[in-house]
């Protein structure tokens, strides 16, 4: 019977989490400037970088960045990135990184957790409605860099 575990991210993770993020985006990105910015970011207390194994093998993760905000009077967070191999989808794995995000974010007494996801992406924008989330705002862009 397969192994399925959720838990935090740690350094060694680095590989299959940069693996994820560039098949996520589709597009491959610095590596030694990820490498900074993924160490920084799992050593933020109030930073949820999650990942799934399936017999110790990784076939997803979750990332999910809380702060504080004057206009929720406290901790609010935001899933910044999920990602589940195409072969491991629709196993319930999703499910299990978001039930473990919700788990740590009470501990860390965060308030509201939210995510968005791009309009073309339908089976990302029905599992997090399915999971609870409730569609309540836009958003807009402005790219600084000048891309389109």
């Known amino acids: 019977m397969d192994q399925l575990t959720i838990r935090k991210v740690e350094d060694y993770d680095f590989e299959s989490v940069y693996r994820f993020v560039c098949e996520l985006e589709e597009e491959v990105f610095d590596k030694a400037l990820q490498r900074r910015i993924f160490m920084e970011n799992i050593e933020n207390p109030v930073y949820f970088y999650l990942i799934a194994t399936l017999n110790d093998?990784?076939?997803?993760?979750?990332?999910?960045?809380?702060?504080?905000?004057?206009?929720?009077?406290?901790?609010?967070?935001?899933?910044?990135?999920?990602?589940?191999?195409?072969?491991?989808?629709?196993?319930?794995?999703?499910?299990?990184?978001?039930?473990?995000?919700?788990?740590l974010a009470r501990t860390k007494n965060v308030k509201q957790l939210e995510v968005t996801s791009s309009k073309h992406r339908k089976k990302a924008l029905h599992f997090y409605q399915s999971m609870g989330f409730i569609h309540t705002h836009r958003k807009f862009i402005y790219k600084l860099n000048g891309d389109k």
């Not at 999920?82 to 794995?93: A, D, N, Q, T, V």
Request: glycine content about 10%; aromatic content about 12%; overall charge negative.
């Open 57 to 103: 093998k990784p076939v997803g993760f979750l990332s999910c960045h809380a702060q504080y905000l004057l206009h929720h009077n406290g901790l609010i967070g935001e899933i910044q990135e999920m990602y589940i191999e195409p072969e491991h989808r629709s196993l319930g794995i999703g499910q299990k990184l978001i039930d473990f995000l919700f788990y």
